[in-house]
């Protein structure tokens, strides 16, 4: 029985085409995922990267299709990275170094019930724009005391409605949105990546900027007492080394000393 054929739209071939073009112009590009973004927020995240990187949003089938008809055998390995719910960054930019350019331009985000709390979320003292009606008490539910200022709604006292750690409840959800309180941040999400120069593809990006430099700070400050004494000289460890001497001669003089004295005591 005869294979049937399958028909490939203009409009698609085209879009296979571009993104072809693109893996062989680009040095590198980045699959992140765009899962729960809003479009309104994706659309400034990409405004922002521009100048850096082309963002395209193809079909799951087309960007595979376009790895398979790229004439790198290497690209392919992508593939098990890509689901219905990414975006692809051509850049010319190192792939660890866009994927951190993404960390850095996090959006905030709005609170959604069921969601965990990232820090003490509090709803501060001072005016609002809500007026007096449903508001009144939807605040109220959720322990605010209010007072009415100019027609407005005014919140008389700062108060935490979720402790870092809490399940955002529907109502604390609801108000948060009411006072444009954004708790959380949201940025595309790197999945993989691939540098056509190198021809090496990165199978699992993970950047988090502050646990990295939180560790670097704990590991220099394990490093340098160990370099101290190890007697490793640079210029973090010459200052703690001639201390150290000091000290060391300091005892060998005591240890001296009580020698001497012993062997000119009189029995």
Do not use: W
């Not at 941040?185 to 190198?198: C, E, R, T």
Request: glycine content about 6%.
């Amino acid at each position: 029985m005869a294979k049937p054929i399958t028909h490939v739209s203009d409009v698609k071939k085209k879009v296979v085409k571009e993104l072809v073009e693109l893996l062989k112009k680009k040095k590198t590009f980045l699959v992140v995922s765009i899962k729960g973004i809003p479009a309104s927020q994706f659309q400034e995240m990409s405004k922002k990267l521009r100048d850096k990187v082309v963002v395209k949003v193809p079909k799951k089938n087309l960007i595979i299709r376009s790895l398979e008809n790229s004439g790198d055998e290497n690209m392919k390995s992508i593939e098990t990275r890509v689901n219905e719910n990414v975006a692809i960054l051509f850049s010319d930019m190192d792939c660890f170094e866009l994927a951190a350019e993404l960390v850095k331009n996090k959006s905030p985000a709005k609170a959604k019930a069921g969601q965990e709390a990232p820090e003490d979320i509090e709803i501060p003292a001072g005016p609002t724009d809500l007026i007096p009606g449903p508001a009144i008490s939807e605040l109220g539910a959720v322990g605010i005391q209010i007072q009415i200022d100019k027609g407005k709604i005014s919140i008389k006292e700062a108060k935490i409605v979720a402790k870092k750690g809490d399940k955002i409840t529907g109502p604390v959800a609801d108000i948060l949105s009411k006072l444009d309180i954004k708790p959380f941040s949201i940025s595309l999400v790197p999945l993989a990546g691939y540098d056509s120069v190198a021809k090496k593809a990165y199978l699992n990006i993970e950047i988090d900027i502050e646990k990295t430099l939180a560790d670097l700070k704990t590991a220099f400050g394990k490093s340098l007492p160990f370099a101290v004494d190890i007697g490793y000289v640079c210029d973090d460890t010459i200052k703690f080394l001639i201390q150290k001497a000091g000290r060391h001669e300091l005892a060998i003089e005591n240890l001296t000393n009580t020698s001497e004295n012993k062997s000119g005591e009189v029995n």
